[in-house]
């Protein structure tokens, strides 16, 4: 599409942004995989219209505030990168498209309270346990909150599970096949410790000696989604320095798919910046725990007595962002016993989106429940998937419907396959 | 326009707020459809979810003479959906119920807001599908198709929207309502439903359409067969047609369109050829096995350097969804390009192609061609850098060439994409100007007002007072004179 | 109250069009084998198209012909079987001396229709005189065009109202290698539609599939012959009937029989109606007590009545009108010929009002029975 942007007005990443604009054709073949055009079927609320309006708004045609409401509205689920057959990086645009509007906007007060209550508690497992508690805790309270903030305390757990101290060193069964490094995720590891549990234990069944440095934190992709650049800069900085002195490493293992991609971005962060270097070499390293799993070769799990039927839901920060879809399957077929379902609308975000579900409660319901919906009709007994904010989303949504199916990490079902055997 | 926002706060009386789109935010992602050269803000867009909506929409447009746009997803390729500057565009991508799907007639009565895809996938369940399928068919919508006729990679057989379309209910450009046709697929009296087909929205809002569904077909072999050069595949073509063979599809790709499509979806084609061609037979197994006996010893003899048989649905999928995804795919090649739509008869595709290659050179622009060989249908994709001064300029009159050159060789300015805005001025090339008042005369009866779609396909018109009616135009010798 | 008709026989496109604007109530006739849509009334006049005639242009490798109105449908099959290709849509009346421009006019396709379409799915292009007394091109000569309004559908059925047809392109097939029938009596019309209905179902490509009441059906299918035993095969253990197979001249006597209408009386009534395969049996019912002979064709989207006294055709205008169901009158006396639930007047008049404002041509009505 011909536009006017001024690519060197936008800093370092307006070339990216201009670029996406210029690959979008107009054709419109990302719509029926994008969430918010699927559920809203109104242009603006598409990745065709948003790329529109983001360049009206980059041209000085439109002001930020004007296309606010329906860029806000985009959960950043990348499906339409993956549907669109033009090769439109929409999230070289998305994302400092958020940092410059971020900055240019007349803010509401109250969203950027909320906003900063998120950045403040999300990223630091200490604080959002603390907060966690104390949500739980004044649940009776919910009906006197106003809307914004009731919808979040709908998704938080009956209880908060136990803190999981993870040693410093989880050794490799066996011979050692490789050496890794995990990002822990800090919402994973309050609200399902387990999952890191399963991760580690189906890593060194493997053979393979898994770091977790201590000092790791948050990976920045929260902030950068919000558009708050130098803070997540500030994340990124110091996970940068944290793995490149965590020794000799085959990978960065990630089990939560909005980290895997948090990560990944780093490249985009610090383009023509001092660190990007570094970013790149980091870059090199970072793989979702399935796809390096899958490389490494599995070693075969023992599965079930009786057949169990599976559905496997795409998280869109594996799927779309990484471009991960066929290793976790792979990894789930090659359990004895296990049928894989595979649901309708595969490509279409659940309405978890990092928070998405806490800023846009509605739409991620309704999301939500289509999800749940075609889950359900695949008749699988469980659902699995390769990131904790898909599970907890689908996991209540399917909750809602009535329905006994249970969520798991992909992790936690190759454990059991493995465990089963033992 | 001050006068036209303040009565199009009156459309407030039919549409709750939310579904009535005015500000400038709103308004911007709906200037443009597949087309994005023409821009056009309309004054509101209207989310219909009903059919009585739509229909009072047009009442209220005509009894305050404003002009309107029905829109399905915006993928006409024409400018045929760019919306009418000031008017109202009434968007029907919400208007989508399936309202009837008869097994046993094996019809399916839906809104026009469903999406073209979607047809076939309700369709599945009784072992039917739809048969017109556009490259765009995941997205675009029956009241697109039905108003563009749109054809498909499978015409070449089947044919295209209108020899699908059985019934339309449809409100007129006045607000009448009008029924037409039904489930049988046979008629009496004139053929009013397929007249109706390919209107390009000019003939009102068309509400609901009965469509036919046919069995899947129970057998497919798909062959993809890559040559040295275009003219090759091109004689495998005119070798194949004449055979007596009917295939379902026979398309063919050059090596800037196959380029692309690899880098899109990675379809396995081979990356070196001048051109592949792609060859579908469908039917009864038997039938099927004894045709492609006939199909593979035609292909050996033409030539063909590399020849791949999909041995099952995904490698079938695998090698349409390239050609599928083509158009779209160029857009990695090229920033911009035009789709051009033209047909030739089929004996002179060769010629066609060659003289295009030679146009290509002297223009200094690349070309890639994606076209449906089996009926003449040509697609050519002309790339240019929109940022290079007077490159667009150059590309549109490369394109202009090769329709003057589709209509000297006694074909058509369009296969399947419609006039829309693009083509209005080449119209006259095709028709003498009394083939196009006599087109001018029926939609006037129609639309008396010229409010709906104004100012797409046909050339004049824009302006009422411009029509001449009840004049005899022999006593003007046949020729009407025209500002 | 006889009054005189003149016939009119214009050996040139021109004088066409100069009696046009010279006359009202003109009735275009080609062979003259619809009489129903092509016998003058009172006050009318006949404009006989046979002189206009001639095949205009054929190129086999392009598979269109063009054709100017008063060329016999026999002329063009002739023609295209030098080449081995046919009029899929199957025109019936051929042989009694059918003209392009009457089957196009009145809209009719034969038992072939089931396989690819019926003539409105064919015909591409068509010149026509409109009731200004203008020549207009609607269409093209390529198989695909999507230019200008698509007059040439408009003109598949238009009866001669809409204006005289003076030329016509049409998309060709190649014909099949062979053909070859089978012949099952299912016992019963239930039994015979639950044949059809399966048929239908499936992805299996016939050329033909009628049906005679009660029960027997005409399974017509074309190819490569060394595909018929197993399709054959496939077939007869789909319908659990051995069948009896027609083959070579029996087989093409038959279809040729059926579709020049033999089994009717030529000085008796014949109607086309447009079916659906819900309505069958109730309409068959009716037409059996009416002691009419009946053939559904085209896996029975169409079924083809007719009686030896026109004074059944109201009756049967009412009947078709309880059932939603239209009806056209190729033989017998009526002063309109589209019988039952006419559809989409309100349009089709403004349609007529642009092309045919001082009624050059007849009219169309409401009714059978509403007066002139
Ligand atoms: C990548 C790509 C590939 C394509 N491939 C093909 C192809 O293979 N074959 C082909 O034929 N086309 C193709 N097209 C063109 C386009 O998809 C078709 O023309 C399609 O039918 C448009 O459908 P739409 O829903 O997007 O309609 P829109 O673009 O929204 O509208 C098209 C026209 O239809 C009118 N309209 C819409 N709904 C109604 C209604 N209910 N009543 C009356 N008028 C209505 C509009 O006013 C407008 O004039 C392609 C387009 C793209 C972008
Ligand atoms: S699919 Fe790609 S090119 Fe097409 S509209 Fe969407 S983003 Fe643009
Ligand atoms: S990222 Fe997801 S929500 Fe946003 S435009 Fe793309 S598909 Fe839609």
């Known amino acids: 599409m011909l536009h006017k942007i001024q690519a060197e007005k936008f800093g370092s990443r307006g070339e990216g942004m201009a670029h996406a604009v210029e690959a979008c054709v107009h054709c419109g073949f990302c719509l029926p995989t994008c969430p918010t055009y699927l559920t809203m079927g109104e242009e603006m609320d598409s990745p065709r219209g948003r790329i529109f309006l983001m360049k009206e708004v980059l041209e000085g045609n439109l002001s930020v505030d004007q296309a606010a409401p329906y860029v806000d509205r985009c959960l950043g689920c990348l499906a339409c990168e993956t549907s669109c057959p033009s090769g439109v990086r929409y999230g070289h645009l998305i994302s400092p498209y958020r940092a410059y509007a971020q900055k240019n906007r007349k803010n509401n007060l109250f969203q950027k309270t909320f906003r900063w209550l998120l950045m403040e508690s999300l990223p630091h497992p200490g604080r959002f346990r603390f907060l966690l508690q104390m949500a739980v805790f004044s649940r009776p309270l919910q009906g006197l909150l106003p809307r914004m903030l009731r919808s979040p305390l709908s998704l938080l757990p009956k209880t908060i599970p136990k803190e999981d101290d993870l040693p410093e060193i989880f050794p490799a069964k066996g011979d050692q096949r490789a050496r890794v490094a995990l990002l822990t995720g800090c919402a994973q590891q309050v609200l399902a410790p387990e999952i890191n549990r399963a991760t580690l234990r189906v890593l060194s069944e493997n053979g393979v000696e898994v770091v977790i440095p201590k000092s790791q934190g948050c990976c920045g992709a929260l902030a950068m989604h919000l558009g708050e650049v130098e803070r997540a800069k500030i994340s990124a900085r110091k996970n940068l320095e944290v793995f490149e002195n965590a020794g000799p490493l085959d990978a960065i293992v990630t089990n939560a798919a909005g980290c895997g991609s948090g990560l990944s971005e780093y490249r985009d962060l610090f383009h023509g910046e001092p660190e990007e270097e570094r970013a790149k070499n980091l870059f090199a390293l970072v793989q979702d725990v399935s796809l390096f799993l899958h490389n490494l070769g599995l070693k075969k799990p023992s599965g079930w007595p009786e057949p169990r039927k599976i559905a496997y839901h795409d998280a869109c920060h594996l799927s779309h962002a990484q471009g991960v879809r066929e290793a976790p399957r792979e990894l789930l077929r090659s359990i004895p016993n296990l049928i894989l379902m595979e649901p309708l609308e595969w490509e279409v975000c659940c309405g978890s989106a990092g928070t998405y579900n806490l800023e846009h409660p509605e739409t991620a319901d309704l999301l939500g429940q289509r999800k749940a919906k075609n889950l359900a009709d695949t008749g699988a007994d469980a659902v699995a998937t390769g990131n904790i904010g898909c599970l907890v989303q689908v996991r209540n949504q399917l909750e809602k419907t009535g329905s006994n199916i249970h969520v798991f990490h992909t992790m936690q079902i190759l454990e059991e396959a493995y465990r089963n055997g033992a | 326009m001050k006068d036209r926002a303040a009565l199009i706060k009156d459309l407030g009386r039919i549409f709750p707020p939310d579904r009535l789109l005015d500000s400038s935010a709103q308004l911007a992602p709906y200037e443009s459809d597949g087309l994005t050269c023409f821009r056009s803000r309309p004054s509101a867009v209207v989310l219909a979810e009903t059919q009585e909506e739509v229909i009072q929409t047009v009442r209220w447009c005509y009894q305050h003479s404003v002009p309107f746009m029905a829109r399905g997803s915006g993928t006409s390729l024409s400018g045929g959906s760019v919306p009418v500057a000031d008017g109202v565009v009434i968007a029907l991508n919400r208007l989508s119920r399936i309202v009837q799907l008869d097994p046993v007639e094996r019809t399916v009565t839906v809104e026009p807001g469903v999406v073209n895809l979607k047809v076939s996938e309700v369709a599945a369940p009784y072992n039917l599908y739809y048969a017109p399928d556009p490259s765009s068919q995941q997205i675009c919508t029956i009241g697109g198709n039905l108003a563009f006729n749109s054809g498909g990679a499978h015409c070449l057989k089947y044919g295209m929207t209108s020899n699908h379309v059985l019934g339309i209910k449809a409100v007129l450009p006045d607000g009448e309502v009008v029924h037409f046709g039904g489930p049988s697929l046979e008629s009496a009296g004139p053929d009013l439903t397929g007249f109706y087909c390919g209107n390009e929205g000019l003939f009102g809002v068309a509400l609901e359409v009965v469509l036919r569904l046919l069995p899947k077909p129970e057998f497919f072999r798909t062959v993809m067969a890559a040559y040295d050069s275009m003219e090759a595949a091109g004689n495998a073509v005119t070798r194949i047609v004449s055979s007596g063979l009917l295939p379902g599809a026979l398309e063919i790709m050059d090596r800037l369109a196959i380029k692309a499509a690899e880098a899109a979806v990675q379809a396995g084609y081979p990356k070196d050829a001048a051109a592949i061609l792609i060859v579908e037979l469908d039917g009864e197994k038997d039938a099927v096995e004894s045709d492609y006996i006939r199909l593979s010893a035609l292909i050996n003899e033409t030539g063909a350097n590399t020849v791949i048989v999909a041995r099952d649905t995904v490698e079938r999928m695998k090698i349409w969804k390239g050609r599928k995804s083509a158009f779209s795919a160029v857009g990695r090649l090229s920033a911009d390009f035009i789709v051009q739509d033209g047909v030739v008869p089929r004996a002179r595709l060769g010629e066609a192609l060659a003289e295009i290659e030679r146009l290509s050179n002297i223009y200094n622009l690349r070309v890639a061609n994606v076209f449906h060989a089996g009926d003449g249908n040509l697609h050519p994709l002309i790339l240019y850098d929109g940022r290079e001064e007077g490159a667009l300029e150059r590309a549109e009159e490369l394109a202009g060439k090769i329709i003057k050159l589709c209509i000297s060789m006694g074909g058509s300015i369009t296969g399947e994409h419609g006039v829309g805005l693009e083509k209005k001025a080449y119209l006259p090339e095709m028709f003498s100007p009394v083939d196009i008042e006599t087109m001018e005369r029926v939609r006037a009866q129609i639309d008396p007002k010229f409010i709906s779609n104004t100012g797409k396909m046909l050339p004049g018109g824009e302006a009422p007072a411009l029509v001449i009616r009840g004049l005899h135009p022999l006593e003007k010798e046949g020729i009407l004179s025209r500002e | ?372």
């Open chain 3, 1 to 372: 109250m006889v009054a005189e008709s003149t016939v009119f026989l214009p050996a040139e496109v021109d004088e066409a069009a100069r009696i046009v604007r010279e006359n009202r109530n003109l009735r275009p006739r080609g062979g003259g084998t619809k009489p129903a849509l092509s016998s003058p009334l009172a006050e009318e006049h006949v404009v006989d198209m046979s002189k206009i005639s001639g095949i205009l242009e054929y190129s086999p490798q392009e598979f269109t012909i063009s054709a100017l109105a008063g060329t016999t449908i026999r002329e063009i099959e002739d023609a295209l079987a030098e080449n081995g290709q046919y009029l899929p849509f199957d025109p019936p009346l051929a042989t009694a001396g059918a003209t392009l421009g009457g089957t196009l006019a009145a809209g009719l396709s034969g038992p072939g229709r089931r396989r690819f379409g019926g003539i409105r799915d064919f015909v591409l292009g068509v010149r026509f005189i409109d009731g200004w007394g203008n020549v207009v091109l609607g269409g093209g000569k390529v198989v695909k065009n999507a230019a200008g309004f698509d007059f040439p559908k408009l003109m598949a059925g238009s009866l001669g109202r809409l204006g005289l047809l003076t030329e016509a392109t049409f998309k060709v097939f190649p014909r099949p290698h062979s053909t070859i029938t089978l012949e099952v009596d299912c016992g019963s019309l239930a039994q015979a539609l639950t044949g059809i209905n399966y048929l239908n179902s499936l992805s299996i490509d016939l050329e033909a599939l009628d049906l005679i009441p009660p029960g027997r059906l005409y399974i017509r299918i074309g190819g490569f012959a060394d595909s018929f035993p197993k399709r054959i095969k496939r077939l007869q253990e789909l319908l659990e009937h051995e069948g009896r197979l027609l083959e070579n001249e029996v087989e093409s006597q038959f279809w040729e029989q059926t579709k020049e209408f033999s089994w009717s009386s030529p000085e008796g009534f014949l109607v086309k109606i447009p079916m659906t395969l819900a309505k069958v049996e109730k309409f068959d019912e009716a037409m059996e007590n009416y002691g009419l002979a009946r053939c559904y064709s085209s896996g029975a989207c169409l079924c083809w009545v007719a009686g030896k006294d026109s004074r059944h055709l109201p009756d049967i205008d009412s009947f078709l009108h309880s059932l939603d169901l239209t009806g056209l009158v190729l033989r017998g006396n009526v002063d309109y010929p589209i019988l039952g639930a006419q559809k989409g007047l309100g349009f089709l008049r403004r349609i007529k009002e642009a092309l045919d404002p001082e009624d050059r041509f007849l009219s169309f009505k409401e009714t059978i029975s509403e007066s002139s």
